[in-house]
């Protein structure tokens, strides 16, 4: 899977509480990891679900992969996912691993292949269907049978790199050429930051082209900071709370 070349000029959103972002650049190679960087309520969820097509930005333009935001949303959304975003790919701590992955694979089968997909036989999409869940298990780093109970593991017993890790496997299961993964190194220890951006790094060498969300960016990627943002710190202000920027988050895909 190629990745596509992300590029941003005066992108900006106005929320409810005024502007989430404003003024963002970028310029960002296919198979680039590109990290938002920024304190907790800058505006980085925001930032991330605007450049993958989920919400739409108030100013300037962004081109993903040839479609223009803000006006091709529903073209970004089908060449980019998401995952780890809080109140959109939120995994049930009810369902086992096994589960998630089931239900993943069976929406991708619906509703993310083309009608020729549809009429193959039930044995050779049910091929396929496994033939994407064990990929995109390998490319996330994720070992079912490692886990306690194996793919039996209901969500609330796995570790947060192991919750991260699979939500990021429940992403690439639609092989999107833009993934965005939010709050990449939040609550983990040094050790554990590494081997997230090891992953995330992985990800790029295979060509996909990665957005992450950050409190520090490694060295090596592209960085994109939220929090020099003059209209932002004068209508949210550094005290904003992650639970504001989430609101907003919320509020605006429903709209776009």
Same mark, same amino acid.
């Given at each position: 899977? @190629?990745?596509?070349?992300?590029?941003?000029?005066?992108?900006?959103?106005?929320?409810?509480? *005024?502007?989430?972002?404003?003024?963002?650049?970028?310029?960002?190679?296919?198979?680039?990891?590109?990290?938002? =960087? *920024?304190?907790? $309520?800058?505006? !980085?969820?925001?930032?991330?679900?605007?450049?993958? $097509?989920?919400?739409?930005?108030?100013?300037?333009?962004?081109?993903?992969?040839?479609?223009?935001?803000?006006?091709?949303?529903?073209?970004?959304?089908?060449?980019?996912?998401?995952?780890?975003?809080?109140?959109?790919?939120?995994?049930?701590?009810?369902?086992?691993?096994?589960? @998630?992955?089931?239900? &993943?694979?069976?929406? =991708?089968?619906?509703?993310?292949?083309?009608?020729?997909?549809?009429?193959?036989?039930?044995?050779?999409?049910?091929?396929?269907?496994?033939?994407?869940?064990?990929?995109?298990?390998?490319?996330? *780093?994720?070992?079912?049978?490692?886990?306690?109970?194996?793919? !039996?593991?209901?969500?609330?017993?796995?570790?947060?790199?192991?919750?991260?890790?699979?939500?990021?496997?429940?992403?690439?299961?639609? &092989?999107?050429?833009?993934?965005?993964?939010?709050?990449?190194?939040?609550?983990?220890?040094? +050790?554990? !930051?590494?081997?997230?951006? +090891?992953?995330?790094?992985?990800?790029?060498?295979?060509?996909?082209?990665?957005?992450?969300?950050?409190? =520090?960016?490694?060295?090596?990627?592209?960085?994109?900071?939220?929090? @020099?943002?003059?209209?932002?710190? =004068?209508?949210? $202000? @550094? $005290?904003?709370?992650?639970?504001?920027?989430?609101?907003?988050?919320?509020?605006?895909?429903? !709209?776009?």
């Amino acid at each position: 899977m @190629h990745g596509v070349a992300v590029t941003a000029e005066g992108f900006g959103l106005r929320g409810p509480r *005024g502007w989430t972002f404003r003024g963002v650049g970028l310029d960002a190679e296919p198979g680039a990891l590109i990290a938002v =960087q *920024g304190a907790s $309520g800058s505006g !980085r969820t925001c930032l991330l679900l605007a450049l993958t $097509g989920r919400m739409k930005a108030s100013e300037g333009t962004a081109v993903v992969g040839g479609a223009r935001l803000p006006k091709q949303l529903g073209a970004v959304r089908r060449m980019s996912a998401v995952a780890n975003v809080a109140g959109v790919t939120d995994l049930d701590p009810a369902l086992t691993v096994g589960e @998630h992955l089931r239900e &993943r694979a069976l929406l =991708q089968r619906r509703f993310g292949g083309s009608l020729r997909g549809l009429l193959r036989p039930r044995a050779e999409r049910a091929a396929e269907a496994r033939l994407r869940v064990d990929t995109a298990l390998t490319a996330a *780093g994720l070992d079912r049978e490692a886990l306690p109970k194996g793919a !039996r593991t209901a969500v609330r017993d796995l570790e947060r790199l192991e919750a991260l890790r699979l939500s990021v496997a429940l992403a690439l299961i639609g &092989r999107p050429r833009l993934l965005g993964v939010d709050d990449a190194d939040l609550k983990l220890s040094e +050790a554990e !930051r590494a081997e997230v951006w +090891a992953l995330l790094r992985s990800l790029t060498d295979a060509g996909t082209t990665v957005l992450a969300v950050c409190g =520090q960016a490694p060295d090596d990627a592209l960085t994109v900071s939220t929090d @020099h943002e003059p209209a932002q710190a =004068q209508s949210t $202000g @550094h $005290g904003s709370t992650e639970s504001k920027e989430d609101a907003d988050a919320l509020a605006t895909p429903g !709209r776009a």
